[in-house]
């Protein structure tokens, strides 16, 4: 009986991951919509004020868009995994900064001010001052899980800059806020925006290891899961801390937006819902006392329960009474759904605040509650990105990290649109990105690089495995 031998030969293969596109040219293609818009709100104001395009529509096209070029390029070579968005909204938003700025650098109310200068030039430099930033930070920063050796280094740098602003000599005070200092030839700096990344880095390196420690519960209390009363120390040094800040710097802002930012990051390390419901027992109580013998905060909480009064003794020359806080309500009243037009509205009644801590209410009067419904909307899709990044990372430190900095940014916006739009006291921070402000620009394109740079490492595809020495050719045999 004969049988027939069929040898049929194959060999074993590996399968190489999938690649996730790298969405640079959905990058490109956003960046062309986001330097457009500006260039046409530009010459949109132009023609509202003057009759005619304004003559340096080409040189501002032409720059931002050379400006936004390089971030794309150095994007596309050392970030090509980053997320396609984040650059294009804080673009557009900066962008959209620049054309208000410099349609409040025409206001004759505004030049007839003794401390008059024309900002937008300044904030042009100040934002290419940020885009190489941006671009240092990822060509210089390979992996972010490198700043994790530096915690407590971090944590030393970002004393050194709050303290900054009380050294004699250094320190400047602006409107009763001691957060400046004052560099000669250069102006003002405000260190403050530089320490919450600082400070964002040593919270999610310090976290990162201590957060199973932290997240121990010794006794339920009205369905709160308390913590030990040691694991309470971090808290209270952080909050002591913000209330420092609050005392000797007068500044409200920051030391909200440092406290919230550490418990975020501590809610998100150890998912307890209790170190929420301590953090704003705890940055209630420190707000009230602070403010029950401090005279500047003072002044703004008044100005918070009853504008109109604080407007009225204002116009009487009373001394310490504002009447910023009315005219913004007024200017986002006068705007309505649709707002007065871009060049149009009185917003530059505010004065000399008008284009930095109140910028908003220039949007708010002349892009209306929609206008106005959709700058929101940018930062809000900026903050959604940092999360998903978040979500995305591989590592736990990059994770805490992209929280850390996302949750300060919705922190800052939140801050600042609260205290404009009458929601909450005012606190003399800057819009980001839309308001004026070497520090605030600079130290926001540096935010938004650290976290492209965390995008690309948690979307960036794993390498394929190495192909089985041991998978070797087969024989099968049939009859």
Same mark, same amino acid.
């Given at each position: 009986?004969?049988?027939?031998?069929?040898?049929?030969?194959?060999?074993?293969?590996?399968?190489?991951?999938?690649?996730?596109?790298?969405?640079?040219?959905?990058?490109?293609?956003?960046?062309?919509?986001?330097?457009?818009?500006? &260039? @046409?709100?530009?010459?949109?104001?132009?023609?509202?004020?003057?009759?005619? &395009?304004?003559?340096?529509?080409?040189?501002?096209?032409?720059?931002?868009?050379?400006?936004?070029?390089?971030?794309?390029?150095?994007?596309?070579?050392?970030?090509?995994?980053?997320?396609?968005?984040?650059?294009?909204?804080?673009?557009?938003?900066?962008?959209?900064?620049?054309?208000?700025?410099?349609?409040?650098?025409?206001?004759?109310?505004?030049?007839?001010?003794?401390?008059?200068?024309?900002?937008?030039?300044?904030?042009? !430099?100040?934002?290419?001052?940020?885009?190489?930033?941006?671009?240092?930070?990822?060509?210089?920063?390979?992996?972010?899980?490198?700043?994790?050796?530096?915690?407590?280094?971090?944590? =030393?740098?970002?004393?050194?800059?709050? &303290?900054?602003?009380?050294?004699? #000599?250094?320190?400047?005070?602006?409107?009763?806020?001691?957060?400046?200092?004052?560099?000669? #030839?250069?102006?003002?700096? *405000?260190? #403050? %925006?530089?320490?919450?990344?600082?400070?964002?880095v040593f919270f999610a390196g310090y976290l990162m290891v201590?957060?199973?420690?932290?997240?121990?519960?010794?006794?339920?209390?009205?369905?709160?899961?308390?913590?030990?009363?040691?694991?309470? /120390?971090?808290?209270?040094?952080?909050?002591?801390?913000?209330?420092?800040?609050?005392?000797?710097?007068?500044?409200?802002?920051?030391? !909200?937006?440092?406290?919230?930012?550490?418990?975020?990051? $501590?809610?998100?390390?150890?998912?307890?819902?209790?170190?929420?419901?301590?953090?704003?027992?705890?940055?209630?109580?420190?707000?009230?006392?602070? +403010?029950? @013998? %401090?005279?500047? &905060? *003072?002044?703004?909480? *008044?100005?918070?329960?009853?504008?109109?009064? %604080?407007?009225?003794?204002?116009?009487?020359?009373?001394?310490?009474?504002?009447?910023?806080? =009315?005219?913004?309500?007024?200017?986002?009243?006068?705007?309505?759904?649709?707002?007065?037009? $871009?060049?149009?509205?009185?917003?530059?009644?505010?004065?000399?605040?008008?284009?930095?801590?109140?910028?908003?209410?220039?949007?708010?009067?002349?892009?209306?509650? +929609?206008?106005? =419904?959709?700058?929101?909307? $940018?930062?809000?899709?900026?903050?959604?990105?940092?999360?998903?990044?978040?979500?995305?990372?591989?590592?736990? @430190?990059?994770?805490?990290?992209?929280?850390?900095?996302?949750?300060?940014?919705?922190?800052?916006?939140?801050?600042?649109?609260? /205290?404009?739009?009458?929601?909450?006291?005012?606190?003399?921070?800057? =819009?980001?990105?839309? +308001?004026?402000?070497?520090?605030?620009?600079?130290?926001?394109?540096?935010?938004?690089?650290i976290l492209l740079r965390i995008s690309d490492t948690a979307?960036?595809?794993?390498?394929?495995?190495?192909?089985?020495?041991?998978?070797?050719?087969? *024989?099968?045999?049939?009859?």
């Amino acid at each position: 009986m004969s049988s027939t031998t069929n040898t049929s030969t194959h060999h074993t293969s590996t399968i190489g991951s999938i690649g996730t596109p790298s969405r640079r040219n959905t990058e490109l293609a956003l960046l062309l919509f986001a330097v457009a818009i500006p &260039v @046409f709100a530009y010459a949109n104001v132009g023609l509202a004020i003057n009759d005619q &395009v304004p003559p340096g529509l080409l040189g501002y096209g032409v720059g931002l868009g050379l400006l936004a070029g390089v971030g794309h390029l150095v994007v596309r070579k050392f970030a090509p995994y980053a997320d396609p968005l984040m650059l294009p909204l804080a673009t557009l938003l900066n962008g959209l900064g620049l054309v208000v700025i410099w349609r409040l650098d025409q206001s004759k109310r505004l030049q007839a001010l003794p401390t008059f200068v024309s900002a937008a030039p300044r904030q042009l !430099l100040y934002t290419a001052l940020g885009i190489a930033l941006f671009v240092a930070v990822l060509i210089f920063l390979k992996d972010h899980r490198v700043l994790q050796r530096y915690t407590y280094i971090s944590m =030393m740098g970002a004393l050194v800059l709050l &303290v900054l602003p009380l050294v004699p #000599g250094l320190g400047a005070n602006v409107y009763g806020a001691k957060i400046w200092i004052s560099i000669p #030839g250069l102006g003002t700096l *405000q260190p #403050g %925006e530089f320490a919450k990344i600082v400070l964002a880095v040593f919270f999610a390196g310090y976290l990162m290891v201590k957060r199973d420690a932290l997240a121990l519960a010794s006794r339920r209390f009205m369905g709160l899961y308390l913590p030990r009363g040691r694991d309470l /120390g971090p808290i209270v040094v952080v909050w002591i801390i913000s209330i420092l800040v609050l005392v000797f710097e007068t500044d409200l802002g920051t030391s !909200l937006l440092f406290f919230g930012m550490f418990v975020v990051m $501590l809610y998100v390390a150890t998912e307890r819902t209790s170190w929420i419901v301590f953090g704003l027992l705890m940055s209630a109580v420190g707000a009230v006392g602070v +403010a029950s @013998f %401090e005279p500047h &905060v *003072q002044q703004r909480v *008044q100005a918070w329960l009853n504008p109109l009064r %604080e407007y009225k003794l204002s116009q009487q020359g009373v001394f310490g009474h504002s009447e910023q806080s =009315m005219e913004a309500l007024w200017a986002f009243g006068s705007g309505g759904t649709m707002g007065t037009g $871009l060049g149009q509205g009185n917003s530059d009644l505010i004065k000399f605040a008008a284009n930095s801590d109140f910028i908003l209410a220039t949007f708010g009067e002349e892009l209306g509650l +929609a206008g106005l =419904m959709a700058i929101l909307l $940018l930062y809000g899709l900026i903050v959604e990105r940092g999360v998903r990044t978040a979500l995305a990372a591989r590592d736990p @430190f990059g994770k805490l990290l992209a929280v850390g900095l996302s949750g300060a940014f919705a922190l800052q916006v939140f801050v600042v649109a609260g /205290g404009v739009m009458g929601l909450i006291p005012l606190t003399g921070m800057t =819009m980001p990105f839309l +308001a004026y402000g070497g520090s605030s620009v600079i130290a926001n394109w540096a935010l938004i690089g650290i976290l492209l740079r965390i995008s690309d490492t948690a979307r960036r595809p794993a390498p394929a495995p190495a192909p089985n020495p041991d998978a070797e050719m087969t *024989q099968v045999v049939r009859p």
